[in-house]
Every structure is written in structure tokens, then in C-alpha cells.
């Protein structure tokens, strides 16, 4: 194909954007729609995912010692404990740290209440607090620790806590928000596809005629596809950005006006940073490429005349 | 520069259009084409421009064996054959300019080539002056002109028309007439379907009768011969 012929192609597709007025404002606007409430239920999902990490990573195991233990051998137990390959940190929190953390959670209130327990009258024990990389391997790792006590005959660590079934009962409901999100998500994305092409579609079959013509006249099968695939290049980028340049507008609108009260909560919403490209650019890649495979595919049907 | 041998078409559906047709057609033949509706004059011109295949028998169109020519190559075919039909089958959202100019792109024809060319032709059909009209903005003489500038851009060898004047009022027919009358005396060979008894009896030229399927007369500086 010469340069020139090429140049005629993508001047082409560009003016039957506005030759077929009325079909391409449809088939724009089908793709706008479509995408935007994919783009909608992505952000969910996106957000929901976050909640969901948010929620898991405040997940710990506290693991107790007995009262007597000894600095060397509770060093000894922090050291095994972070041999264990799963275990992200552990951090050692002594009798007096517990105290001083349990007057603090009992507010104005109980602080004298408190009184006169310090030091050796102490009743807490020293204790770890232990991370895992993954939540979910929580209550793997609470076993291992407790193993620890088969070879240690003082038999050292009295409990391991990890609010057992709190933390099966978040992950059942996290793991389930992410399937179902995704789930939406792909529905949605088919549905989209379906909705795309269909209009597409009919925006060739009314130039079916057109096709056969060009054909008697004596155009290549290529020469008459490559304008529709320049045309439903820019349909579906065109369709596509509308719809993202909303969504990213109404998203980062939203977090603007309602992140410092949702921030009370502990949460944070996914940045528009990190939606831009994940929601943003897929949709606009996505409407594109649906723009190209929807007008590829029609028109290859009426190209055999 | 057209030439059948013993053609035998039959559709899907079970009719059967053309039995056993051998037929001559020389450069430089203004040939006409007359007989009854039904009776394989359109499967006869469908057959030169490649729009439908022989069953049986042989086809060869300026040099090119077209019955046994690839999907791939038939473009290339159909670029020295410019085809008119009654329905004119211009491109609706193109001007009368870009409609001809299409069938110039279409062989990677040189921008400022298209542009000279194309005004040219224009000419000679009497449109310069509505290059820039759409379809829908001309009149049936002045599309069906439009279609004949787009049929002869390329100078094909072989015009085929197919009842050109067959929407058209008689004045306006004549002037397609003399206009393909012009083209023929350039040298393009002319073959035309046509119910106009009154063209045919005045503006003598070989005629082929086609009923049920076969050819039943072939004669120079013919006439209709049909009542109407």
C-alpha cells in the first residue's frame, strides 16, 4: 500500500465520522453509556478491594508469655518467631508498654483505677505482637508459635490471640466482595461488548449498500475495511474518553468532598492517582479496541458481494 | 475482447438462467442486449463484471478467464470494466466529485492526477458545475451521468450497462445516449441491456436477443424486434 493511499485511508475513516452524523452520535453514545457504568462498578470494586486489604492488614497475632519469663528467653522466642518465613515483624511489647496501653484504652475514667499496679505488682505479661505478609496466613502462623512450646519445657508462651474467628469471618466476607466485584465487572464488560457491537453493527448494515458498490467499482477487500477500522477507531475513542473524563471528574470530585468524613472511619478511598490509569486508561484502551473489533468484524461480513 | 463459451447458469434456488450461450463480443462493439424481463439478459451482464460465476462453460473478459478467477483477484478484474446500472448506484454520502474520484483511489491513483482527471470526466458528462452536489441534490439524468464519469475515469476497456436509461425520461435518455455513443467512438467496447425499443430501432447497432435463457438472434445494425 503506497504512503499516499494510507494517508486517504485515515482521512477517510475521519470525515465518515461526520458523514454518518447520526450513527456515529449513537454509536458514541452507546459506547459512552455502556463505559461509564462499567467504569462505575470498576471504581466499586477498586475501592471495596482496598477496604478489604485496609481491614486484612489490621489483622495481627498477639502471642502472651508466662509472667516469670526471663529477658534472655523472651528474646530467645522473639528470634524463633521470626524465623518462620511467613512472619512479616514482631514487635516485642514489654509488661510496663502493656500498662501503659491498657490505662490509655481505659480513657480519663479508669486511669486512676489502674493505680498501684506498676512495677513488680504488675499483673500483665510481656507479649509480641506478630504480622503476617499474607492475612490469610494468620492462624497458620498462630500454630507454628504455639508449637514453639513443644520443645521449650518451661512451656514460655501461654496463649496465642488472634481473634480466630473474627478474622475467618472478615476473610469470608472480603474474599466474597472481590469475587462478586469482579464478577460484576466482567458481566458488565460482556455486556458492554454485546451493547458496542450491536450498535456498530447497525450502523454498517444501513451502508451495506455502500460496501457492494464500492466493491463493483472495483475496491480490494482492504481498501474498503481500513477507512471503517480508522472510523471505528476514533468512535470508540471517542466514546471511551467521554465516559472516563466523567468518571474520573465525578471521582475525584467525590473523594475531594467526603474523604474527611469517611476518614473518621479508619478508610481511605483509592486515590485518583491510582484510578486514573487502572479505571481511566482501561476504559479508554478498552472502548477503543471495542471500537475497532466491532466495525472490523461487521464489515467483513459484507465484503463478500 | 469478451468471449462465451457454451455458459450455462444455474441459481441455488433451482432457475436456471442461461443455457448454452456462446457469444462474441469484438473491441470497439457497440452491442445491445434485448429480450424479455426474466429471461437472462441481467444473469448475462452479471457474468462479464463478475458478479455471478458460470455453473458451466467458459469466460474470458478482456484476456482474463473470469470463471475461474480468484476471490482475491476479482478487484483487479473489475477496474478495466466500468459498469452503469439502472439504479445508477452512486455512494449516497459522497459528492458527484468524490464518487468518481473513488473509483481512482481505489487504484492508488495519484492525488493531483485524481483531482485533473476527475474534473475532466466531469466535464464531459456536462457536471462540472455540480461536482460538489450530493447524490440526493441531482436529478436522474444528472446521477446517471455522474455514474458514466465514474464508469470511463479509468478508461476501462469494457463498459457494461445494464438498462441505463431505464429511469430516465426520453430527452434525458437521448443524452445518455449520445454520451455513450461519444465513449464507444473513443474506443471503449459498449455492451448495453435495454427494453428502449425507440434507441434501439433509431441508433442502429448489433443486437442479441436473449429469451428463456438462450440466444435467439444475433444481428449488425439490428432492430427491437419485440412489440411493447
Given at each position: ?5 494510507v494517508?486517504?485511508?485515515?482521512r477517510?475513516?475521519f ?5 454518518n ?17 462499567l467504569?462505575i ?6 475501592n471495596?478491594?482496598?477496604?478489604a ?21 523472651s528474646?530467645a ?12 515483624s514482631v ?11 491498657f490505662r490509655?484504652?481505659?480513657g480519663?475514667?479508669?486511669?486512676d483505677a ?23 496466613k494468620?492462624?497458620?502462623?498462630a ?5 514453639l512450646n513443644?520443645?521449650d ?13 473474627t ?5 469470608s466476607i ?10 460484576i465487572?466482567?458481566?458488565?464488560a460482556v455486556?458492554?461488548m ?15 449498500r455502500?460496501?457492494?458498490i464500492?466493491?463493483?467499482v ?10 471503517f477500522f ?7 475513542f471517542?466514546?471511551s474518553?467521554?465516559?472516563?473524563a ?26 485518583v492517582?491510582?484510578?486514573r ?10 472502548g ?11 464489515v467483513?461480513?459484507?465484503l463478500?458481494? | 475482447?469478451?468471449?462465451?463459451q457454451d455458459i450455462?447458469?444455474t ?8 443455457q448454452?450461450v ?12 434485448v429480450?424479455?424481463s426474466?429471461?437472462?439478459?441481467s ?9 455471478e460465476?458460470?455453473t458451466k ?10 470463471g ?6 476479482i ?10 446500472f ?5 455512494l449516497?454520502?459522497l ?8 473509483a ?5 491513483t495519484p ?12 466535464e ?5 458545475h ?11 439524468g444528472?446521477?446517471?451521468?455522474v455514474?458514466?464519469?465514474r ?6 476497456a ?6 441505463p ?10 443524452g ?19 427494453h428502449?425499443?425507440?434507441i434501439?430501432n ?9 429469451e428463456?435463457?438462450?440466444?435467439v ?7 427491437y424486434?419485440?412489440?411493447?
Amino acid at each position: 500500500m503506497k504512503f499516499s493511499t494510507v494517508a486517504r485511508h485515515i482521512r477517510e475513516g475521519f470525515k465518515n465520522v461526520g458523514r454518518n452524523g447520526w450513527m456515529t452520535f449513537a454509536s458514541v453514545s452507546s459506547i459512552a453509556v455502556s463505559l461509564f457504568i462499567l467504569g462505575i462498578f470498576m471504581l466499586l470494586a477498586l475501592n471495596v478491594n482496598k477496604l478489604a486489604d485496609q481491614l486484612d492488614s489490621q489483622v495481627q497475632i498477639n502471642v502472651y508469655l508466662q509472667l516469670d519469663t526471663v529477658k534472655a528467653k523472651s528474646d530467645a522466642i522473639e528470634r524463633s518467631i521470626k524465623r518462620i518465613p511467613e512472619v512479616k515483624s514482631v514487635t516485642f511489647v514489654s509488661k510496663d508498654e502493656g500498662l501503659k496501653r491498657f490505662r490509655e484504652s481505659m480513657g480519663a475514667d479508669g486511669k486512676d483505677a489502674l493505680d498501684g499496679y506498676e512495677k513488680e505488682n504488675n499483673p500483665l505479661p510481656d507479649s509480641f505482637e506478630v504480622e503476617a505478609f499474607d492475612p490469610q496466613k494468620v492462624s497458620f502462623i498462630a500454630k507454628q508459635i504455639e508449637a514453639l512450646n513443644l520443645t521449650d519445657p518451661a512451656k514460655s508462651i501461654t496463649k496465642v490471640k488472634y481473634g480466630k474467628e473474627t478474622i475467618e469471618k472478615l476473610f469470608s466476607i472480603t474474599n466474597a466482595v472481590r469475587n462478586i466485584g469482579i464478577f460484576i465487572v466482567l458481566g458488565l464488560a460482556v455486556m458492554a461488548m454485546f451493547l458496542i457491537s450491536t450498535t456498530i453493527k447497525m450502523t454498517i448494515i444501513a451502508r451495506r449498500r455502500e460496501i457492494s458498490i464500492m466493491k463493483l467499482v472495483g475496491a480490494t477487500n482492504s481498501f474498503i475495511r481500513w477507512p471503517f477500522f480508522i472510523e471505528g477507531a476514533i468512535i470508540g475513542f471517542g466514546g471511551s474518553f467521554i465516559s472516563s473524563a466523567i468518571l474520573m471528574y465525578g471521582y475525584s470530585q467525590l473523594v475531594r468532598t467526603t474523604s474527611a468524613d469517611v476518614g473518621l472511619y479508619m478508610i481511605e478511598f483509592a486515590t485518583v492517582n491510582e484510578v486514573r490509569f487502572l479505571v481511566g486508561g482501561t476504559i479508554v484502551v478498552l472502548g477503543t479496541l471495542l471500537g475497532i473489533w466491532g466495525s472490523t468484524i461487521s464489515v467483513r461480513r459484507y465484503l463478500k458481494v | 475482447m469478451i468471449e462465451m463459451q457454451d455458459i450455462w447458469k444455474t441459481y441455488p434456488d433451482g432457475t436456471t438462467a442461461l443455457q448454452g450461450v456462446n457469444v462474441v463480443i469484438d473491441r470497439n462493439e457497440f452491442v445491445y442486449i434485448v429480450g424479455p424481463s426474466g429471461a437472462g439478459k441481467s444473469t448475462f451482464m452479471k457474468l462479464i463484471y463478475r458478479e455471478e460465476v458460470p455453473t458451466k462453460g467458459q469466460i474470458s473478459v478482456n484476456g482474463f478467464n473470469i470463471g475461474k478467477l480468484k476471490h482475491r483477484k476479482i478487484p483487479y478484474v473489475r477496474r478495466n470494466i466500468g459498469v452503469i446500472f439502472q439504479d445508477y448506484k452512486l455512494l449516497p454520502k459522497l459528492s458527484a466529485f468524490e464518487n468518481v474520484a473513488f473509483a481512482m483511489e481505489v487504484i492508488e491513483t495519484p492525488r493531483r492526477t485524481i483531482r485533473r482527471r476527475t474534473m475532466e470526466v466531469l466535464e464531459l458528462v456536462g457536471l462540472k458545475h455540480k461536482a460538489n452536489s450530493l447524490p440526493a441534490q441531482l436529478s436522474g439524468g444528472e446521477q446517471q451521468r455522474v455514474a458514466i464519469a465514474r464508469a470511463i475515469v479509468n478508461s476501462p476497456a469494457v463498459i457494461v450497462a445494464d438498462e441505463p436509461t431505464g429511469n430516465l425520461d426520453p430527452e434525458t435518455s437521448w443524452g445518455i445516449m449520445n454520451l455513450l455513443e461519444e465513449i464507444n467512438f473513443r474506443g471503449t467496447t459498449i455492451v448495453m441491456a435495454t427494453h428502449n425499443k425507440e434507441i434501439v430501432n433509431t441508433l442502429r447497432k448489433r443486437v442479441i436477443a436473449i429469451e428463456r435463457g438462450s440466444i435467439v438472434r444475433d444481428q449488425l445494425r439490428g432492430d427491437y424486434g419485440y412489440e411493447i
